[in-house]
Structures are given as structure tokens and as C-alpha cells.
């Protein structure tokens, strides 16, 4: 079984400031994906980023960007030029690679318990 | 396009009562799941499906049932509300590219916080 770390409960920036979460996870999968999600106080999933680990480059998405450590199982979201509208509760999650025909299984993700973000003025 | 359509928003329910969480959407996936969301815990998979037919269960199944009768639609029934099943609820779909591989982005719901008293 997957299991997903994020040992940050909570974290608080500065506006205009850089801020790096932590995620850690643990699997025996050679090929997967790993995401982060930002849950906003209006309660709504929205996919930040999404990493394939076959990739070796990071991803980066405007001011996201990832540090995708295979070898370590670590998976850090930088936020860039933090804005007061990145404060929400942020998810990272972790999925197996997979090609399964129709009534495959194993389609599942596995979150971690989230770090709550609060960018201040 | 309305994406991931949840009903109701909101929800008391007394010890006891069921009822069923609605979840339709009009992407044309495959791969439909529930989530429940409690503080501290993040997301946790109830059960899901992969396609019309079929579902399995994911980490918390214990209290819930589903069925998937069409592509579109997945709903959650609760059998017997209880307080421990005071929560949010979020319904989640994804698709399958035309490689076959599984395009793992999930589209989610905007969530049903459930009460049970």
C-alpha cells in the first residue's frame, strides 16, 4: 500500500515571498504519478500540478513548481511570488501508473493530510 | 460544461435516516469515485468505479454502497447514517486516454458536507 506524508500541517508566508511544502511518500512502484491539489475556503479540488515519475524533468506550472526527488520519494511544491489568493489548504497525492482495460481496478488516489497555507499581507 | 455535478450542497440527517449523495457528470469518464474529507485526515477513498457495472471498495467502504448503472452517474447511498459519517463528500472523475493509459487528473465536485445528529 501507498502511504503520503506531508509533516506540515500548517505554514504562513509572506506576499511576494517563496514557500516550499514538504511531501514525502512511500511506495514500491517504479512508475506513478504524484500531484499537488489546492483546496481554496470555497471547498473546490483544483489540480496545482502533476509530475509522471518516468519524467526526470520537474514540472513547473506558472509560479508552482515541483522538486521531484525519485530516489529520496520526496515531492516539494515551490510557490513563487506567493499571492494572497494561493491561501488554502494544499493536497499532495499519489497514483499508480497504470493501463487497465475496461474493468481493470486499482484507480486510486492516496492523499496526504494537507498543509494549510495562509499568505499574509 | 458542467464538469462534476454533486447534490445536495448540504445535508442534516438524523442517526438512522439514509439517503443518497448524487454524482453525474458530463465528460464522458470512465473512472468515478467518492471521498470523504474529515479535518486532519485528508481525502480518503470510499469506493469507485471503473466504468458502467462495475466498482470496488476503497479504504473506508464500511456504512456506503454504490452502483453504476451509467457512465454519467455514480451516486452514494448511505444505509444508516451515523455521527461518525458527519463529513465531506467529494465525488471525483477521470478518463482513460486513447493509449489506454490512465490520465490520472482527477476532476472533482464541489462537495457535500453531510451532518448526521
Known amino acids: 500500500a501507498q502511504t503520503v506524508t506531508q509533516s506540515q500541517p500548517e505554514m504562513s508566508v509572506q506576499e511576494a515571498e517563496t514557500v516550499t511544502l514538504s511531501c514525502t511518500y512511500d511506495t514500491s512502484e517504479s512508475n506513478y504519478y504524484l500531484f499537488w491539489y489546492k483546496q481554496p475556503p470555497s471547498r473546490q479540488m483544483i489540480l496545482v500540478i502533476r509530475q509522471e515519475a518516468y519524467k526526470q524533468q520537474n514540472a513547473t506550472e506558472n509560479r508552482f513548481s515541483v522538486n521531484f526527488q525519485k530516489a529520496a520519494k520526496s515531492f516539494s511544491l515551490k510557490i513563487s511570488d506567493s499571492q494572497l489568493g494561493d491561501t488554502a489548504m494544499y493536497f499532495c497525492a499519489f497514483m499508480k501508473h497504470l493501463r487497465v482495460p475496461s474493468g481493470g481496478s486499482n484507480y486510486k488516489l492516496t492523499f496526504g493530510k494537507g498543509t494549510l497555507l495562509t499568505v499574509n499581507p | 460544461n458542467a464538469g462534476v455535478t454533486q447534490t445536495p450542497k448540504f445535508q442534516v440527517l438524523k442517526t438512522g435516516q439514509s439517503m443518497t449523495l448524487q454524482c453525474a457528470q458530463d465528460m464522458n469518464h470512465e473512472y468515478m469515485s467518492w471521498y470523504r474529507q474529515d479535518p486532519g485526515m485528508g481525502l480518503r477513498l470510499i469506493h469507485y468505479?471503473?466504468?458502467?457495472?462495475?466498482?470496488d471498495q476503497g479504504e473506508v467502504p464500511n456504512g456506503y454502497n454504490v452502483s453504476r448503472s451509467t457512465t454519467e452517474d455514480f451516486p452514494l447511498r448511505l444505509l444508516s447514517a451515523a455521527p461518525s459519517q458527519t463529513s465531506v463528500y467529494f465525488c471525483a472523475s477521470s478518463y482513460r486516454s486513447i493509449g489506454g493509459q490512465v490520465l490520472a487528473e482527477a476532476f472533482f465536485g464541489q462537495g457535500t458536507r453531510l451532518t448526521v445528529v
Open positions: 468505479s471503473v466504468g458502467a457495472g462495475i466498482t
